[in-house]
C-alpha cells in the first residue's frame, strides 16, 4: 500500500494552481486535505501523473460572516470550524453536521473544499450545501463562476467543475431566525459514512411553513434534495400525519444502492424514519425560535 | 514559487520531536515511512495505511493527524511530536503514568496513536466526560484491551495533568 | 486416563510477592516510549523488500506468467515464481494432521491453479517496499476462470483440487449415548438453523518477517515468526531441506496475536527462501490490504441442530449437522476448528445423548483457522441460541432451562464422551450452577429484566444469558530455564511465546513468589528458537498454564539449590535456611542472612564448593496431557431502536472461573478485551465475498472493527472456586473466557429485545438490517 510514482507540486497562490491545472488538465489531480484521496493513492486507485498540492496556498484558508453570509475557503480545516462555538447559533446546522465528519484527527487535516468537491453521496458537507441553498465559487485562469450545490453534484463522485478549475470558496446564505433544523445520520460505527442522513431545515411564519429544505445522504449515487416532499410542506401548518406523509414521499425520491452495509430497501425504510425524525425535531426548533 | 518537478525527489527541512532534520526524499513516500525509515523514529506505529486505525497518529504542528495518508514532502518547514517526545528520559508523562497504572494496553502496538490523541483532547477539554472520551477516542482502534482500561486511563490522566 | 506427569506440590506461597498481585506490566514501560521491537522497527544493512502479486480471481487456473517487463524496472532485484521454487512442498498441518488431507494443502506460491482472492502467485524482491508494489502490474499472468464456489453447503460444485473428488476435506461424527432413542422418547422437538459469520483476529499490528543468512555462523535467522516458534522452525527446515539447527527463529514484540498471527503461512517459507537465494537480507511487511485477504479467516460455521427435550425443559439429546467453510486450502490447523466446536459444543449441560456430524468443505475464500475460541464462539451461540428458542417454545424462563441441565459440582470430573486434539474431553473441575447464579445476581437480571420489557418507548430492552466452558492449557509440555549470573541478576527463558498478553509480567511473578524477588529484577525471555532447545508456544490458552508451571519447578530447582550453597557457606543445614525477600537466611537468626547476589557468587565455578556442581542453571519441562476447564457465564443487555433497527449494546456481565489468577489486572484485561472481539464478530465484523468470490469487505472501511463508542460497560467478576488440579499454580487459561460466551449472549439479548419477532434471531453477526427483516413481517401484520 505505497502510493506510485507522481510529479508533485506545491505552489502558494492560486494563480500558480490555475496556472498548472491549464497545463496538466486531466492528469492532474488536487490534493487538499488528503483525507479521501490519501487513502485512495497508498491503494493505487488513484494513480494521477500529477498532483497539485493546494496545502500552501494561504489565500484558501479563510472564513468570514457578513450580511450576506458565511464564505468559507477551500482549504478552511474542519476542525477550525468546529472551534468556533459562534457558528452553533449563526449556523447551527453546520454545526452540528461537522462532529459527525470522521474523527477528530480527520477533521485537523480534512477541508471543506476537499469534502464538497470530492462529492461522496455519504459525506456531510453536500448535505449541508444543499439544505442550507449553498453556492459554489469557482475558479480557472480565465475567471471565476459561480454554481449552486444543487447544480454542482452531478453523478456519483462526479461535480460540475472541468479539470482546469479549482472550488475556491464556500457561500452560505445567513440563518432565518425564525427556522428550525435537524441533522440525523445513521451510521454502523461513530464516525464512520454514513449508510443514511438527512438534513432538514424549516422556515416557519405564522405557523405556516414558507420554507423547507430536506437533503439526504447515502440515498443514491449523489447527494440529494427531496424535492416533492418538501413542496408538499409549503404553506402548511406542520402536523404529525402531514410529517409522516412527507417523509414517505421524501423516501420514494431517493434511487439508493444495495451494498454490504445495507440494501436498497432498507435505506428507504432508514430514510423514511430518519426524515420524520428530523422534520420533527425541525418543527420543534421552529417552533421555539419564534416562527409559530 | 513552483517547484520545478525535475525529478520525484525533494530536499525538505522539519523539526521532528525538536531536532531539525534535513533530507532528500522521495514526493510519494508518506510521513509515516519516512519518520520510521528515514529518520529510524519508530514509535509512531503503521496500523491500516488508510487513515483509520489511527495507530500512526502524530502531532503535526501541534495537532493529532494520520501520518499515513500525508506525504513526507508536506512537513516541509512544519513540525512533529511523536510519542516518543512524551516521555523525558525515564520520567513518563502523566498520561503514560495513567495507561501504565490502568493496565490501559497489552500488546501496545496502538499505544502510541493513543497517547497522542489522549493529550489533544485533555489539553483541549481538561475534564472530559465518559461520553466525550468515547467520541474522541472512537477513531483509534484498540485490537486488545476491550477499551474499559484506555478509558480509566484517560480519566485518571485527566486527574494528573489538572493536578500538575 | 493420562493426567499430568508427577505428582504436584501445590505452591506454597512462602512470600505474597509476585503472585496474585496486580503489578504493573515489566513490559509497558517500553511501549508507552514507542522503544517497543515490533518487526517492521528492524533494519538490517543492505536490507531488500518484498511484495507478493495475489490472484484477482477467486478460481482460475494459470495459463502464463510473464516477468519480463517487471523484472527490468528499476529497483527489482528478482520476481519468483512457482517454477522458481526448488523442490517446493506443500505446508504441512501442524494440529492433529490426517493423511487425508493432505491434497487440500497449500504451496507457497500458486502452482497453476489460484483458489481465492488473495491467493500467491509471485514475490517480488525490490530495493524498496515501494518499487516492489511498483511492479506488481508489470506482471502479466494469464488467468483462465474456473466457477467459483463460495456456499459450504452447495454439493455439486467444481472441485478445488485435482487429486480430490469433492470440496469435502472431512466429514466425521462426534457422538455419545443413542440420540435416535432419545428423539423417540422427547416430548418436544426444538429445531435451529443457526449461522456463525466469517471474521477474524485482525491484530492492529499485522504480519511481517525479516531473514538473513549469516555466514559467519552458517545460520539463517528469521525475525518476526511468534506463537509457535519451535515448531515453525522444524516445519521451514523440513521446506527448506535444512538442518534445524541450522535455524534461528526470533520473536519480536508482537503487535496482537489472536490465534491467527503467528502460523506458518506462505510467505513463512518464501522470505526465508529468498535471503537464502540472494544472500542478503530480505524483509516483508503484510499490507493491510493484504492482511484482511490473505490471514487465515475463521468462524464461518453453519448448525443444523434439533435438540429432543421433556415438557420440563430436560434435554434428552441433540443432534447437530455441522457445516464448516473452510476456504482454498487446509492450513496447519487442519481440521482442528471444526472438531473443536463439535467436542464442545455439549458445553456446559449434561447432554446424554448426542450426535454430531461434520463436513468441512472447501470453498473459494481465503483458507480458515483458528480464532480466539475457535469452534467454540461458534457452538456456543449456536447451543445458547437454541436453548432459548426452546425456552420460549416451552414458556419455561431462560435461567430455568439452564439451570436444570447443567453439570452440578458433584459430577466432576465430568466425561463429556467427546474428544479433540486426540484427548477425551474431560471437565476438570467447576462450580457451573454458581457461575450462572452469580451472573443473574450480579446483572440484576430478575429485577431488570421485567422493568426494562414494560418499556413502552420505541427503544426495546433485552437481556441475553449464554454459559460456557473453555478449554486451557493444552499440552503437552512447556519448558522453562532460569538463569542467575554471579551478579544476582535472574534470566527466565521460555519457548512460550508474547503476543501481546503480558507474558513477561506473568512470568517474572511466579519466578518471584518463589524467589522472593521483585518482579521487575527479573528479565523474561522468549520466542527465541536458540533459548531452549524444546518449546510448544502461547494458544489454546496455555502460555501461563503451562510456562507458568515450568517456570515454578525450574525455580524450586534453583531455590533448592541456593541453599545448599548457602547452607555450605553459612555453615548450618539446609533446614535451617528459608529464602526471604531475596536473601537466604537463617529461620531462628534472621539476622544472619546472605544476600542473593552473595550466594550467585558463591555458586560460581572459582568459588563453589568441590562436591557440588557449580552454577545456578536449571531448565524444567512442565509436561501434561490433560486439559483443564475454566468456565463462566455472560449476560448481555441490548437496546434496539425498532425504528431504525439499530442495535447498541449496554452493559455485559461475565463471571467466569479461571481458577487462580496471577495478576488479577492482566486477566480481567483479557476478559474485556476477549468480550469486545466478541461483539465485533457478533454485531460489526463480517467478510463478504460477492457470487465471483471478490471479498467486499477487504479495507478497515468495510471491514468494521469495534471502537470505544460500539463498546459496552463490561463488568466481570472472577471466581477461584475451582483451581485446577492439573497444575502446582492451580491455574486454568483466561484468554478466551471473554470471548466464548457473548456471542450467544447478544444474539440471545437481540431476541428477547424483539419479543414475538426474537424466534428468527438464527445468525451473527446481527445486523441492523437484519434486525429490520425479522421485525417486518409483524410491521405488516400493524400496518
Known amino acids: 500500500m505505497k502510493p506510485a510514482p507522481f510529479d508533485y507540486y506545491d505552489p502558494d497562490s492560486v494563480e500558480e494552481v490555475l496556472d498548472l491545472l491549464q497545463q496538466y488538465g486531466d492528469d492532474a489531480k488536487i490534493l487538499a486535505g488528503g483525507q479521501s484521496l490519501g487513502p485512495l493513492l497508498n491503494m493505487r486507485l488513484s494513480t494521477p501523473q500529477i498532483i497539485v498540492d493546494l496545502n500552501r496556498v494561504a489565500d484558501l484558508e479563510y472564513y468570514k460572516s457578513d450580511n450576506t453570509g458565511l464564505r468559507v475557503g477551500a482549504m478552511t480545516r474542519q476542525s477550525t470550524l468546529e472551534d468556533d462555538t459562534n457558528l452553533r447559533t449563526t449556523q447551527p446546522i453546520l454545526a452540528a453536521s461537522i462532529p459527525y465528519i470522521g474523527h477528530r484527527s480527520i477533521r485537523n487535516r480534512g477541508t471543506v473544499g476537499g469534502s464538497v468537491a470530492h462529492a461522496d453521496p455519504a459525506a456531510e458537507w453536500p448535505a449541508i450545501m444543499l439544505a442550507l441553498d449553498g453556492t459554489i465559487l469557482i475558479r480557472n485562469t480565465k475567471g471565476t463562476r459561480t ?40 451510521s454502523r460505527r461513530h464516525g464512520d459514512f454514513a449508510i443514511l442522513g438527512v438534513a432538514a431545515y424549516l422556515t416557519l411564519e405564522n405557523r405556516r411553513c414558507t420554507k423547507s429544505r430536506i437533503a439526504i ?63 420533527q425535531k425541525a418543527t420543534e426548533r421552529a417552533n421555539k425560535s419564534g416562527g409559530k | 514559487m513552483v517547484q520545478e518537478a525535475t525529478d520525484n525527489s525533494r530536499l525538505i527541512k522539519l523539526t521532528v520531536n525538536g531536532i531539525e532534520y534535513e533530507r532528500k526524499v522521495e514526493t510519494r513516500v508518506t510521513l509515516v515511512d519516512f519518520i520510521r525509515n528515514e529518520l529510524g523514529i519508530t514509535g509512531t506505529h503503521v496500523g491500516c495505511e488508510h487513515g483509520v486505525c489511527g495507530a500512526c497518529t502524530v502531532m503535526f504542528d501541534g495537532q493529532p493527524v494520520r501520518s499515513c495518508i500525508m506525504l513526507a514532502v508536506q512537513a516541509d518547514s512544519h513540525s512533529v511530536q511523536t510519542v516518543e517526545s512524551m516521555s523525558s528520559g525515564d520520567q513518563l508523562h502523566p498520561i503514560q503514568q495513567a495507561f501504565w497504572e490502568n493496565f490501559g494496553l497489552q500488546c501496545g502496538f496502538c499505544t502510541p496513536g493513543f497517547l497522542l490523541t489522549v493529550q489533544d483532547l485533555l489539553s483541549r477539554n481538561p475534564n472530559p466526560t465518559d461520553t466525550e472520551i468515547r467520541e474522541e477516542l472512537s477513531g483509534n482502534i484498540c485490537r486488545c484491551t476491550g477499551y474499559q482500561s484506555i478509558i480509566a486511563a484517560v480519566k485518571q490522566a485527566a486527574i494528573y495533568m489538572r493536578q500538575e | 486416563m493420562v493426567s499430568c506427569l508427577g505428582q504436584h506440590n501445590y505452591m506454597k506461597i512462602e512470600h505474597s510477592k509476585g503472585i496474585g498481585e496486580s503489578i504493573k506490566r515489566l513490559e509497558d514501560k517500553r511501549f508507552l516510549q514507542g522503544q517497543g521491537h515490533y518487526i517492521d522497527d528492524l533494519q538490517l544493512p543492505d536490507m531488500l523488500h518484498a511484495a507478493v502479486l495475489r490472484s484477482p480471481y477467486a478460481h482460475a487456473t494459470i495459463t502464463n506468467i510473464d516477468v519480463d517487463f517487471a523484472l527490468e524496472q528499476p529497483g527489482v532485484v528478482t520476481i519468483l515464481t512457482f517454477a522458481d521454487l526448488h523442490s517446493v512442498k506443500p505446508i504441512p498441518i501442524r494440529l492433529n494432521p490426517y493423511g487425508s488431507l493432505e491434497p487440500f494443502l497449500q504451496y507457497p506460491l500458486a502452482n497453476k491453479r489460484v483458489r481465492y482472492v488473495g491467493d500467491p502467485v509471485a514475490l517480488i524482491i525490490a530495493h524498496s517496499r515501494y518499487q516492489a508494489e511498483d511492479v506488481l502490474d508489470n506482471i502479466v499472468v494469464q488467468y483462465d476462470p474456473l466457477p467459483v464456489n463460495i456456499d459450504a453447503e452447495d454439493k455439486v460444485s467444481c472441485p478445488l483440487h485435482h487429486d480430490a473428488k469433492d470440496n469435502v476435506a472431512s466429514n466425521f461424527v462426534q457422538q455419545k449415548g443413542d440420540v435416535v432413542e432419545a428423539f423417540n422418547k422427547a416430548e418436544h422437538i426444538t429445531k435451529l438453523r443457526f449461522t456463525s459469520g466469517r471474521h477474524s483476529g485482525v491484530p492492529l499490528e499485522t504480519r511481517g518477517l525479516i531473514a538473513n543468512y549469516d555466514a559467519t555462523q552458517e545460520k539463517l535467522k528469521v525475525w518476526g515468526p511468534t506463537k509457535v516458534t519451535h515448531f515453525n522452525r522444524g516445519v521451514l527446515a523440513h521446506m527448506l531441506e535444512m538442518e534445524e539447527h541450522t535455524i534461528e527463529m526470533i520473536e519480536p514484540d508482537v503487535g496482537g496475536g489472536f490465534g491467527v498471527r503467528g502460523e ?159 484427548e477425551n474431553i474431560v471437565y476438570d473441575s467447576g462450580d457451573y450452577p454458581f ?3 452469580e451472573v443473574v445476581r450480579l446483572s440484576k437480571y430478575e429485577e431488570n ?128 535456611l528459608i529464602i526471604s525477600d ?50 463462566g457465564a455472560t449476560i448481555v443487555k441490548v437496546e434496539i431502536d425498532i425504528t431504525t433497527c439499530a442495535i447498541v449494546p449496554k452493559h455485559v456481565w461475565i463471571v467466569y472461573d479461571i481458577g487462580k489468577a496471577i495478576n488479577p489486572q492482566m486477566v480481567k484485561g483479557q476478559i474485556e478485551g476477549g468480550a469486545v472481539q466478541g461483539l465485533g464478530g457478533a454485531l460489526l465484523e463480517e467478510f463478504n465475498y460477492d457470487p465471483s468470490g471478490q ?89
Open chain 1, 147 to 186: 454554481v449552486d450545490a444543487s447544480d454542482f453534484y452531478v453523478s456519483a463522485l462526479t461535480t460540475d467543475l472541468e479539470p482546469d478549475e479549482i472550488l475556491v470558496e464556500i457561500q452560505l446564505p445567513n440563518w432565518v431566525k425564525t427556522s428550525g433544523w435537524s441533522f440525523i445520520e445513521f
Open chain 3, 449 to 576: 429484566r421485567h422493568v426494562d420489557h414494560d418499556n413502552l418507548s420505541n427503544k426495546k430492552v433485552g437481556y441475553g444469558i449464554a454459559c460456557f466452558v473453555e478449554k486451557t492449557g493444552l499440552g503437552p509440555f512447556e519448558g522453562a530455564r532460569i538463569e542467575i549470573d554471579q551478579t544476582g541478576a535472574i534470566t527466565v527463558s521460555t519457548g512460550a511465546a508474547n503476543v501481546g498478553q503480558g507474558l513477561e509480567t506473568t512470568l517474572a511473578q511466579i519466578a518471584s513468589s518463589v524467589l522472593t524477588v521483585s518482579p521487575d529484577s527479573i528479565q523474561v525471555l522468549h520466542g527465541d528458537t536458540d533459548l531452549i532447545p524444546y518449546g510448544v508456544g502461547s494458544f489454546a490458552s496455555r502460555a501461563t498454564v503451562m510456562a507458568g508451571s515450568a517456570v515454578y519447578y525450574a525455580a524450586q530447582k534453583i531455590r533448592k539449590k541456593l541453599l545448599k550453597i548457602a547452607a555450605h557457606t553459612m555453615n548450618c543445614q539446609v533446614e535451617q
Open chain 3, 264 to 422: 506458518f503461512y506462505p510467505e513463512d517459507y518464501l522470505i526465508p527462501y529468498a535471503a537464502l537465494m540472494l544472500k542478503r537480507p530480505v524483509k516483508w511487511i503484510e499490507d493491510r490490504l493484504e492482511n484482511l485477504m490473505a490471514c487465515n479467516h475463521s468462524r464461518e460455521q453453519i448448525y443444523e441442530m434439533e435438540m429432543a427435550l421433556k415438557k420440563d425443559g430436560t434435554i434428552l439429546g441433540i443432534k447437530v449437522l455441522l457445516s464448516n467453510d473452510q476456504g482454498g486450502y487446509i492450513r496447519t490447523h487442519g481440521i482442528i476448528v471444526p472438531e473443536l466446536s463439535a467436542a464442545i459444543f455439549p458445553g456446559p449441560y449434561r447432554i446424554p445423548n448426542y450426535r454430531c456430524e461434520v463436513r468441512s468443505v472447501l470453498t473459494n475464500k481465503t483458507p480458515a483457522g483458528t480464532y480466539r475460541a475457535p469452534g467454540r464462539y461458534e457452538c456456543n451461540s449456536s447451543r445458547e441460541r437454541l436453548l432459548d428458542l426452546a425456552a420460549s417454545e416451552l414458556m419455561i424462563d431462560p435461567v430455568k432451562i439452564r439451570s436444570m441441565n447443567l453439570i452440578q459440582p458433584e459430577d466432576m470430573p465430568y466425561e463429556v464422551g467427546t474428544e479433540s486434539l486426540g
Open chain 1, 217 to 279: 445522504i447515502g440515498g443514491g449515487p449523489i447527494p440529494i434534495r427531496t424535492s416533492k416532499a418538501e413542496s408538499m410542506l409549503i404553506g402548511e401548518t406542520i402536523s404529525d400525519a402531514l410529517l409522516k406523509d412527507v417523509a414517505e414521499q421524501a423516501s420514494k425520491e431517493l434511487d439508493p444502492d444495495s451494498d454490504m452495509h445495507a440494501s436498497a430497501d432498507y435505506r428507504r425504510h432508514l430514510a423514511s424514519v430518519l426524515v420524520l425524525s428530523a422534520l
Open chain 3, 582 to 631: 531475596g536473601d537466604i537466611c537463617m529461620i531462628d537468626h534472621q539476622d544472619k542472612r546472605l544476600t542473593l547476589t552473595q550466594v550467585a557468587q558463591q555458586s560460581s565455578p572459582r568459588n563453589c564448593p568441590p562436591d557440588i556442581e557449580p552454577g545456578l542453571d536449571f531448565t524444567h519441562y512442565f509436561r501434561c496431557n490433560q486439559m483443564t476447564f475454566a468456565h
Open chain 3, 695 to 783: 471479498l467486499t469487505s477487504g479495507s478497515f472501511v468495510d471491514y468494521l472493527l469495534p471502537t470505544t463508542t460500539e463498546t459496552p460497560l463490561l463488568e466481570s467478576k472472577r471466581l477461584d472456586r475451582s483451581p485446577s488440579t492439573l497444575n502446582p499454580i492451580q491455574v486454568k487459561g483466561a484468554g478466551e473466557c471473554g470471548i466464548a460466551g457473548i456471542g450467544g449472549a447478544l444474539a440471545n439479548a437481540v431476541a428477547d429485545a424483539l419479543g414475538d419477532s426474537g424466534n428468527n434471531v438464527n445468525v451473527l453477526p446481527i445486523t441492523p438490517e437484519k434486525v429490520w427483516q425479522w421485525l417486518m413481517p409483524m410491521q405488516d401484520k400493524t400496518n
Open chain 3, 435 to 437: 457461575a450462572l447464579q
